[in-house]
């Protein structure tokens, strides 16, 4: 101990401070080690939990005694690394509702003296919970909730309203629902309840937004449509289809030119009416005649015989056969139902960047054509055209004539030069505007460090301080008090007493 206290005595105030800091740093990692040495290792039991979920998947843990921890704002539930498995498999083995939503386990624990109202109200929470586990089971739905709307039928009377349903989806973030998702959540409800058609289940997003169409036709059920779902429905349908074709377009002028080197873009004009066309037509048979001439099909025959009475001076009689024959012609009819959303008319607009001669853009147009589907009869045009004739072109007086049937020669408006003019001009004075503004940047960055230069000076040279009069005759008798002291004569000093 001795020797610990003259050592310490001997080192300096700069090493007694390092040993110092240098025994807390290793005591402190010691401690760290220990604990995280002791601490058992966590692992994420259930992530992206609801707050109701979360409550009673932690109340179940504590009727377990299964030690566990939140993470993630409460969102997810933390249990020691050795028991997740076990765990969880206890968890799913229990009937914990989750998604606040009950399936058939409902009946597990059912009492025989229930009522058939509360029988019937409990088969309705168990499917709508099912429903509801199977569309979580679908990827991007991060929470979802069903609605069934069952008429009642007695043994007297039958409800004449149809059974519905709705399905509300929270969608996880950066997600959307696909139109073919929707339809299938339709058709599975639709097939999981007695008697609801697929129009008839109506689904929502988080929102409040539908993602359901109406549609009108009979496979649906619905009879009647409003003018805006209807109108909604044609214009997703022409949306799909020019986006089909732009899809189709464009790739066959990014393989030719190389990735966007080219802009494509195309107008559909869709015949949405439905019509139903009857053909009939009679189908002539041949006969027997040599000729081969069409003769009816013969259905019947019959031949009868009689004889006639001799004439005046003859002995014998005359026998008369008769034969009759029935035929029947033959008959086709037949019925074409002609679907919605043929195609009525098309044109397609092209522009590349190269610089493309006429023969070039008459190939171009060519195999563009041909790649869209292009019919001259139905109306279709096409304009291909480069990226210098179009700049030249508008700052031309006057357009060239564009290839349209029945397209009447157009002019430029006045306009149109002054506008590519006035871009020019834009553009040197945003060059300008830019050359000014760096200017203005700089000048405010000199004064800026002008300022603080200026501060840095005043802090480093404080002004003097000003003494009251008691102040100054307090340093005088110091001063005076200090002299005699030092034994100093005052006529020498010059310091009057």
Same mark, same amino acid.
């Given at each position: 101990?001795?020797?610990? $206290?003259?050592?310490?005595?001997?080192?300096?105030?700069?090493?007694?401070?390092?040993?110092?800091?240098?025994?807390?740093?290793?005591? #402190?990692? @010691?401690?760290?080690?220990?604990?995280?040495?002791?601490?058992?290792?966590?692992?994420?039991?259930?992530?992206?939990?609801?707050?109701?979920?979360?409550?009673? !998947?932690?109340?179940?843990?504590?009727? @377990?005694?299964?030690?566990? =921890?939140?993470?993630?704002?409460?969102? /997810?539930?933390?249990?020691?690394?050795?028991?997740?498995?076990?765990?969880?498999?206890?968890? !799913?083995?229990?009937?914990?509702?989750?998604?606040?939503?009950?399936?058939?386990?409902?009946?597990?624990?059912?009492?025989?003296? @229930?009522?058939?109202?509360?029988?019937?109200?409990?088969?309705?929470?168990?499917?709508?919970?099912?429903?509801? +586990?199977?569309?979580?089971?679908?990827?991007?739905?991060?929470?979802?909730?069903?609605?069934?709307?069952?008429?009642?039928?007695?043994?007297?009377?039958? =409800?004449?309203? %149809?059974?519905?349903?709705?399905?509300?989806?929270? !969608?996880?973030?950066?997600?959307?629902?696909?139109?073919?998702?929707?339809?299938?959540?339709?058709?599975?409800?639709?097939?999981?309840?007695?008697?609801?058609? *697929?129009?008839? &289940?109506?689904?929502?997003?988080?929102?409040?937004?539908?993602?359901?169409?109406?549609?009108?036709?009979?496979? *649906?059920?619905?009879?009647?449509?409003?003018? =805006?779902?209807?109108? #909604?429905?044609?214009?997703?349908?022409?949306?799909?289809?020019?986006?089909? @074709? &732009?899809?189709?377009?464009?790739?066959?002028?990014?393989?030719?030119?190389?990735?966007?080197?080219?802009?494509?873009? &195309?107008? $559909?004009?869709?015949?949405?009416?439905?019509?139903?066309?009857?053909?009939?037509?009679?189908?002539?048979?041949?006969?027997?005649?040599?000729?081969?001439?069409?003769?009816?099909?013969? &259905?019947?025959?019959?031949?009868? !015989?009689?004889?006639?009475?001799?004439?005046?001076?003859?002995?014998? =009689?005359?026998?008369?056969?008769?034969?009759?024959?029935?035929?029947?012609?033959?008959?086709?009819?037949?019925?074409?139902?002609?679907?919605?959303?043929?195609?009525?008319?098309?044109?397609?607009?092209?522009?590349?960047?190269?610089?493309?001669?006429?023969?070039?853009?008459?190939?171009?147009?060519?195999?563009?054509?041909?790649?869209?589907?292009?019919?001259?009869? +139905?109306?279709?045009?096409?304009?291909?055209?480069?990226?210098?004739?179009?700049?030249?072109?508008?700052?031309?007086? /006057?357009?060239?004539?564009?290839?349209?049937?029945?397209?009447?020669?157009?002019?430029?408006?006045?306009?149109?030069?002054?506008?590519?003019?006035?871009?020019?001009? #834009?553009?040197?004075?945003?060059?300008?505007?830019?050359?000014?503004?760096?200017?203005?940047?700089?000048?405010?960055?000199? $004064?800026?460090?002008?300022?603080?230069?200026?501060?840095?000076?005043?802090?480093?040279?404080?002004?003097?301080?000003?003494?009251?009069?008691?102040?100054?005759?307090?340093?005088?008798?110091?001063?005076?008090?200090?002299?005699?002291?030092?034994?100093?004569?005052?006529?020498?000093?010059?310091?009057? %007493?």
């Amino acid at each position: 101990m001795a020797h610990f $206290i003259d050592m310490w005595t001997g080192l300096g105030r700069g090493a007694r401070t390092g040993l110092v800091a240098g025994s807390v740093a290793i005591v #402190s990692v @010691m401690i760290a080690l220990g604990v995280w040495a002791y601490h058992p290792e966590h692992q994420i039991l259930f992530a992206d939990l609801a707050p109701r979920d979360a409550g009673a !998947m932690t109340a179940e843990l504590d009727k @377990m005694k299964v030690p566990y =921890s939140l993470g993630e704002n409460g969102t /997810a539930i933390l249990v020691p690394r050795e028991m997740v498995y076990k765990t969880r498999l206890a968890l !799913m083995g229990k009937e914990v509702p989750l998604h606040g939503a009950v399936g058939f386990e409902v009946f597990n624990n059912a009492d025989f003296g @229930m009522t058939e109202f509360v029988q019937k109200v409990n088969y309705l929470r168990a499917i709508q919970g099912e429903l509801t +586990r199977t569309i979580l089971a679908i990827d991007g739905v991060q929470n979802a909730r069903v609605h069934l709307a069952i008429p009642e039928n007695g043994l007297f009377k039958k =409800s004449v309203t %149809k059974p519905k349903a709705s399905v509300t989806l929270t !969608m996880k973030n950066g997600q959307a629902m696909s139109e073919a998702q929707v339809a299938g959540i339709q058709r599975l409800v639709a097939a999981s309840v007695t008697d609801i058609a *697929s129009g008839d &289940v109506t689904v929502l997003d988080q929102h409040g937004v539908a993602l359901t169409r109406v549609q009108g036709d009979e496979e *649906s059920g619905a009879g009647s449509v409003d003018a =805006s779902s209807a109108g #909604s429905a044609q214009l997703d349908a022409k949306r799909s289809t020019e986006e089909y @074709m &732009v899809k189709k377009v464009t790739a066959v002028l990014d393989r030719t030119f190389g990735p966007g080197q080219a802009i494509a873009s &195309v107008d $559909i004009v869709l015949n949405l009416d439905r019509a139903r066309l009857t053909t009939e037509e009679v189908i002539p048979a041949k006969g027997k005649a040599p000729e081969g001439a069409p003769t009816g099909v013969t &259905v019947r025959e019959r031949q009868s !015989m009689r004889e006639d009475a001799a004439p005046a001076g003859k002995q014998a =009689s005359a026998t008369v056969t008769t034969s009759e024959s029935d035929y029947q012609v033959g008959r086709r009819v037949e019925q074409t139902s002609v679907a919605a959303g043929t195609v009525r008319r098309m044109t397609v607009s092209v522009v590349v960047k190269q610089a493309l001669t006429d023969a070039q853009l008459a190939k171009l147009r060519e195999v563009v054509g041909l790649a869209l589907g292009f019919n001259a009869q +139905r109306g279709d045009a096409i304009v291909v055209n480069s990226m210098d004739r179009l700049v030249s072109a508008i700052a031309s007086p /006057a357009l060239p004539t564009p290839d349209l049937p029945n397209a009447a020669p157009a002019t430029v408006p006045a306009a149109a030069v002054s506008i590519a003019s006035a871009g020019t001009r #834009s553009v040197a004075d945003r060059a300008s505007a830019e050359v000014v503004v760096w200017i203005l940047a700089a000048l405010v960055t000199l $004064i800026a460090l002008a300022v603080l230069v200026h501060a840095l000076l005043r802090r480093r040279a404080p002004a003097p301080v000003l003494l009251s009069v008691e102040q100054r005759e307090k340093v005088l008798q110091d001063v005076r008090r200090w002299v005699s002291a030092q034994g100093v004569d005052d006529a020498v000093t010059g310091v009057p %007493k």
